[in-house]
């Protein structure tokens, strides 16, 4: 069990660019969450996945935001056409599916900076 | 809709003091509760969580909260801070229901700082 490892660390781009950040769940997790941190605040759900399956997504999730999870393992956030406004720690969370799951498991984040 | 609420965006306290962060929740059904610990530039440890069994949580590193439902509470106590304990601290709520997607709803969070 290695962890959540999360690719890159620290992404810096420049407005109108687009990103694409990876996630690698604890293996056998069939749950993965994504949250967006910014400064002061606490993380916000974005989406969730359940295998494959994308079952929710946040209204803070906008057309410029897509994310898959292809084959239900490792996860992809892309964001089309940055803007400031999306500086922010992205994070990205497993979980098992078993009675007493409900806690996330965290990686480290991947900060974004755009310029 | 589930929201949480922490009292005190900044808490200093002296080392070898008691620690006490305070988490209220907003539920419609029955929650799960979490407390997590976030250290610079780093993501987020689990330090307990509460799933409606005991009311009064164990977790790591000396900590402890304690459900009230009453007081629709669950605050995190340790009973004699460390220099290593600062940090930023995130109670979060996540709904319990069978379907649920168990995303969790963070608090803005509560910055710990231990004075030698």
């Known amino acids: 069990d290695t962890g959540v490892s999360q690719n890159p660390r620290h992404k810096i781009t420049k407005r109108g660019q687009n990103v694409t950040f990876r996630c690698d769940p604890i293996?056998?997790?069939?749950?993965l969450y994504w949250y967006r941190q910014t400064l002061g605040q606490g993380p916000e759900f974005l989406t969730y996945?359940?295998?494959?399956?994308?079952?929710?997504k946040s209204r803070l999730l906008s057309d410029r935001f897509s994310a898959e999870r292809p084959k239900g393992s490792f996860s992809t956030l892309e964001i089309q056409r940055t803007e400031q406004g999306d500086s922010a720690m992205y994070l990205c969370?497993?979980?098992?599916?078993?009675?007493?799951?409900?806690?996330?498991?965290f990686g480290p984040g991947t900060r974004l900076t755009v310029t | 809709a589930q929201s949480v609420t922490q009292l005190g965006s900044h808490v200093s306290v002296s080392e070898g003091a008691l620690v006490l962060l305070r988490c209220n929740y907003s539920?419609?059904?029955?929650?799960?509760l979490f407390w997590y610990v976030q250290y610079p530039n780093q993501g987020l440890q689990l330090l307990l969580k509460?799933?409606?069994?005991?009311?009064l949580v164990k977790g790591i590193n000396g900590f402890e909260a304690e459900f009230k439902k009453s007081e629709t509470s669950f605050h995190l106590t340790k009973p004699s801070a460390h220099m290593s304990d600062a940090a930023e601290y995130f109670c979060?709520?996540?709904?319990?229901?069978?379907?649920?997607?168990?995303?969790?709803?963070f608090g803005t969070g509560t910055l710990l700082a231990v004075q030698p």
């Open positions: 996945f359940q295998n494959e399956a994308q079952l929710e």
């Open positions: 539920s419609s059904v029955p929650p799960y």
């Open positions: 509460y799933t409606s069994a005991a009311t």
């Open positions: 293996s056998e997790h069939n749950r």
């Open positions: 969370a497993s979980s098992p599916r078993t009675a007493s799951s409900y806690e996330q498991y």
């Open positions: 979060a709520v996540s709904l319990n229901y069978g379907g649920a997607t168990n995303k969790l709803i």
